[in-house]
C-alpha cells in the first residue's frame, strides 16, 4: 500500500509542478528575465554575459524597471537552452529536472521495496514545500538537486566519469555547489581525485565565457555577495534585517557558525570513510545546504527546497555503506527471480548477468561460477 501511496503522490506533485508552469503567465521575478534573456543569447551565438536583459512588464513593476544580468553559472544557459528552444519557455527545463529528480528517487525506492519511509520517498521529493512554483518562479535549484544526486547515485554504482559530470554540472548550476562538492570530496567514494577532475572539467567548459571578458565574469558571479540582506529572507540574517538587529559582528558570527557546521560534515564524511553510505552522504549534502542557507546572507524557500529534496532522496537511498572499489550491479529481472526463488546461478557457468565493473571488483578465476543467491540475500 505505501508504494502506491508513494507513486500516487508523486504524479500528484509531478501534475502540480507542470500545471502551475502551464497555467500561469510570465512571473513578477527577475531570475524568468535572467533564463530566459541568457538562454536566448546564447542560443543566438551571443555572450550572455555581455548584455543586460529587459524584464517583463510585472517583473519591471516588482523590481523598479531594473535591467537584469546573469548572475549564475554558464550551466544555466547551457542546460537550459534546449527548452528555450524547443518550447520558447526555459523554464520547462527546470521542470524536466523536477521530474528526473522524482523518477531517480522512485527507482532508488524500487529497489527497497520493504522500507515504507522509502516508498513514501517519491512522493516527498515530489511534494516537498514550493515544489509547485519553484519551476514556474524560474529557480534554478531543481538542476542543482539533480546533479548532486547524480553525483550521489553514479558514486555508489561505481560509475565515476558520469559521478564527475554530474558533479561538474552542479559546480556550472550554482555558485554554492563548490560546498557540496567539499562534502562529495570528503565521501571516500566520490574522492578528492573525482572532485579536482570534476573542478577541471566544469573550469573547462565556462574558459570561453571567462575568456570573452574575465572582469565581468567574475564581476557577474560574486555579484550576490554585494547584495543587501533582505528582510524577507527565511534564515537568521533575514530576521536580523527585519528586527534592524543586523550589526557586522552578530553577521561574522553567524557566518562562523555557518563555516564551523560545514566543516563537522565534512570531518564526519572523512572520518566514516568506508561507513558512509549513500543515504549518509546525501543527508550531509542537505545538511550542508540548509548551514549555507540558516546562517547566509540570502535563502528563500527554492534553497529550503532543495533540501527537502535531497533528505527525499536519503531516504529512498541505500543505507549499506560502499567499501572501497565495490560495485553493486543492477538487479535484472532474472536476478531477481532467481533471489525469490532461492536458486543460483549453474555450477560452471560463468557469471554473465553480473557488469563487467562487477566482475573487476570480485577477483577471481574468468571461468568461476556466480555466487549461490538465496532468498535471504
Known amino acids: 500500500m505505501s508504494k502506491w501511496l508513494g507513486i500516487a503522490g508523486a504524479l500528484v506533485g509531478a501534475g502540480l509542478t507542470s500545471a502551475a508552469l502551464a497555467l500561469a503567465g510570465p512571473p513578477d521575478i527577475d531570475t524568468y528575465t535572467i533564463i530566459q534573456g541568457s538562454s536566448a543569447a546564447l542560443l543566438a551565438g551571443d555572450d550572455p554575459y555581455a548584455g543586460g536583459y529587459a524584464p517583463t512588464a510585472a517583473a519591471a513593476a516588482a523590481f523598479a524597471g531594473n535591467v537584469e544580468v546573469l548572475t549564475y553559472p554558464p550551466g544555466v544557459p547551457l542546460l537550459l537552452a534546449p527548452a ?44 516537498a514545500p514550493g515544489a509547485a512554483i ?82 565581468r565574469f567574475v564581476d557577474r558571479l560574486t555579484l550576490v555577495l554585494e547584495l543587501p540582506l533582505r528582510g524577507d529572507a527565511i534564515n537568521v540574517a533575514g530576521w536580523l534585517a527585519h528586527a534592524e538587529l543586523a550589526t557586522p559582528a552578530l553577521l561574522g558570527a553567524l557566518a562562523a557558525v555557518g563555516v564551523a557546521l560545514l566543516l563537522a560534515l565534512a570531518a564526519l564524511l572523512a ?9 549518509l552522504a546525501l543527508t550531509a549534502l542537505a545538511a550542508g545546504q540548509l548551514a549555507v542557507n540558516v546562517f547566509s546572507g540570502h535563502a528563500f524557500y527554492n534553497q529550503h527546497w532543495e533540501v527537502v529534496v535531497l533528505l527525499a532522496a536519503a531516504a529512498a537511498a541505500d543505507p549499506r555503506p560502499v567499501a572501497p572499489g565495490e560495485v553493486r550491479p543492477p538487479l535484472s529481472s532474472r536476478g531477481r527471480a532467481r533471489r525469490r526463488s532461492g536458486r543460483g546461478a549453474p555450477a560452471g557457468r560463468r557469471c554473465r548477468s553480473r557488469s563487467r565493473a562487477w566482475a573487476r571488483a570480485r577477483p577471481g578465476p574468468r571461468g568461476a561460477p556466480c555466487p549461490p543467491q538465496t532468498s535471504g540475500a
Not at 572520518?271 to 543515504?279: D, K, L, M, Q
Open 84 to 127: 528555450r528552444a524547443l518550447v520558447g519557455d526555459a523554464r520547462w527545463g527546470l521542470v524536466a529536472a523536477m521530474l528526473a529528480i522524482v523518477a531517480l528517487v522512485a527507482w532508488m525506492a524500487r529497489r527497497r521495496p520493504d522500507d515504507p519511509l522509502a516508498a513514501a520517498a517519491p512522493a516527498m521529493a515530489a511534494l
Open 134 to 215: 519553484v519551476g514556474e518562479r524560474a529557480w534554478v535549484d531543481p538542476l542543482l538537486a539533480l546533479a548532486l544526486l547524480v553525483a550521489v547515485v553514479a558514486s555508489a554504482a561505481g560509475r565515476g566519469r558520469l559521478a564527475i559530470v554530474a558533479a561538474a554540472l552542479a559546480l556550472l548550476a550554482k555558485q554554492n555547489a563548490a560546498i557540496a562538492l567539499l562534502l562529495l570530496a570528503c565521501w571516500r567514494p566520490f574522492g578528492w581525485r573525482r572532485a579536482l577532475a570534476s573542478l577541471a572539467l566544469a573550469a573547462a567548459i565556462a574558459l570561453p565565457f571567462l575568456v570573452a571578458d574575465p572582469a
Open 271 to 279: 572520518r566514516t570513510g568506508a561507513a558512509a553510505s549513500p543515504a
